[in-house]
């Protein structure tokens, strides 16, 4: 260990952007300042580097806030390859394209919003005619006119796409993925409202989500990649199934995790970077960060400083 490095204070001018704020975060350092710069960094090598197959992993819950943008211009600029979410991305991403969510706050008194038909999800606030009712007016006339086209098995890619391309709007990140040709996997695609949308419509119909179509190509993604590298936002499955797959290649060659969540009760939401080096789903020489914190606040700073180093040409 040598003391090479100096830590400096930030400096401040008029007008000064976010990609020069972050750039003087690495030189600040402390504390997770520090990792938010290294990150950036590692986004711009990973987007750079030539054949490099750039997942983009995240949970529902971001998606009711305005972080849904975020992840929209990343498949609308073609930031990433693929996409692996929760139900609750398709949720909200539906609701939010015809129906509007509301600023609460972390204490209410939710037994009135009960009664109000307001569900709290954090310090955002869903009416019921902005979630379930809208969810299943759209995925129902979805559902039939699919059925009535011979569409009897989907896979969840298959499902988002037609999702995207037929009931969501440009404010959507579905719409865009679909667009794009962005493949978006959900293998948890019945915990959700538009999984319990998908049961309904079997009760009175023989029509079947094929997850292991999904998994076939997810397989071909990673067999026949020359690099992969992700962004993996939050926990849960589908944080586990890009490792997952990940795996059969040796691992990611890019990782930056962003998440609150810890390590010491041995979740894997909360397993860090180094502990997927021991399974072999992130390689040993892999460039890799963990930025502890909430995404819906480091993003914002990451995503437009990383838009504006794209910008310029590679140093």
């Not at 009135?112 to 709290?120: A, W």
Request: glycine letters at 8%; one cysteine or more; proline letters at 2%.
């Amino acid at each position: 260990m040598t003391l090479k490095y100096l830590v400096e204070d930030y400096s401040f001018y008029e007008g000064m952007p976010v990609d020069v704020l972050v750039s003087q975060m690495e030189k600040a350092w402390g504390f997770t300042a520090g990792k938010l710069a290294v990150g950036v960094g590692i986004l711009e090598r990973m987007i750079r580097t030539r054949d490099c197959v750039k997942f983009l992993s995240f949970t529902g819950n971001l998606v009711a806030t305005g972080t849904r943008g975020i992840f929209k211009e990343l498949a609308k600029r073609k930031l990433v390859d693929v996409i692996v979410t929760t139900c609750g991305t398709l949720d909200h991403d539906i609701a939010r394209c015809w129906k509007n969510y509301y600023k609460g706050s972390f204490v209410m008194n939710d037994a009135e919003l009960r009664k109000k038909g307001v569900n709290r999800l954090g310090n955002v606030l869903v009416p019921n005619e902005s979630y379930g009712v809208v969810i299943e007016e759209k995925m129902q006339k979805l559902l039939q006119s699919l059925w009535k086209e011979g569409s009897k098995e989907l896979s969840s890619s298959q499902l988002c796409h037609e999702i995207g391309r037929r009931i969501c709007n440009e404010s959507s990140i579905l719409y865009w993925a679909a667009k794009n040709n962005i493949p978006v996997y959900v293998p948890g695609v019945t915990d959700g409202a538009v999984g319990y949308q998908l049961w309904l419509f079997s009760q009175d119909h023989n029509f079947k989500i094929n997850l292991l179509k999904d998994s076939g190509e997810l397989s071909d993604i990673v067999y026949t990649a020359k690099k992969t590298g992700a962004l993996i936002v939050g926990g849960g499955i589908s944080k586990h199934h890009t490792l997952w797959w990940n795996q059969f290649r040796e691992g990611l060659d890019y990782a930056v995790y962003i998440s609150t969540a810890d390590e010491w009760d041995g979740s894997l939401s909360g397993a860090r970077p180094r502990e997927a080096v021991s399974w072999g789903k992130i390689s040993a020489k892999a460039k890799r960060i963990m930025i502890e914190g909430d995404a819906s606040l480091i993003l914002p700073i990451m995503i437009s400083a990383l838009i504006s180093r794209l910008k310029k040409s590679p140093t």
